[in-house]
Nanobody
């Protein structure tokens, strides 16, 4: 069983920065993708950014150039550095781990952390 623990959310003014962290524990296959998703108020959950175990990244168009995802494979952690934050970045941010082997594929979610961008 995999557990994901997020930290780093909070209140920040427009133009400010925050860094989210997610630590994964449990039995994790070496082939995996870690990422961040968010759910703005009244909207569906959406992709923010993902990073594979090999280091390939993918970003939503809305955050390209402002957010940076990175990971530490030895510690099974993923970070999301968020710069130049905008009010529309306000959402609950969820950490995600998708991992797979020849025996199957598994998807896990963190509990979510609130990010509020407001003056």
């Amino acid at each position: 069983q995999v557990q994901l623990v997020e930290s780093g959310g909070g209140l920040v003014q427009p133009g400010g920065s925050l860094r989210l962290s997610c630590a994964a524990s449990g039995s994790i296959f070496s082939r995996n993708v870690m990422g961040w998703y968010r759910q703005p108020p009244g909207k569906q959950r959406e992709l923010v950014a993902t990073i594979t175990s090999g280091g390939s990244t993918n970003y939503a168009d809305s955050v390209k150039g402002r957010f940076t995802i990175s990971r530490d494979n030895a510690k099974n952690t993923v970070l999301l550095q968020m710069n130049s934050l905008k009010p529309e970045d306000t959402a609950v941010y969820y950490c995600n781990l998708f991992h797979y082997s020849i025996t199957g594929a598994y998807n896990s979610w963190g509990q979510g952390t609130q990010v509020t961008v407001s003056s």
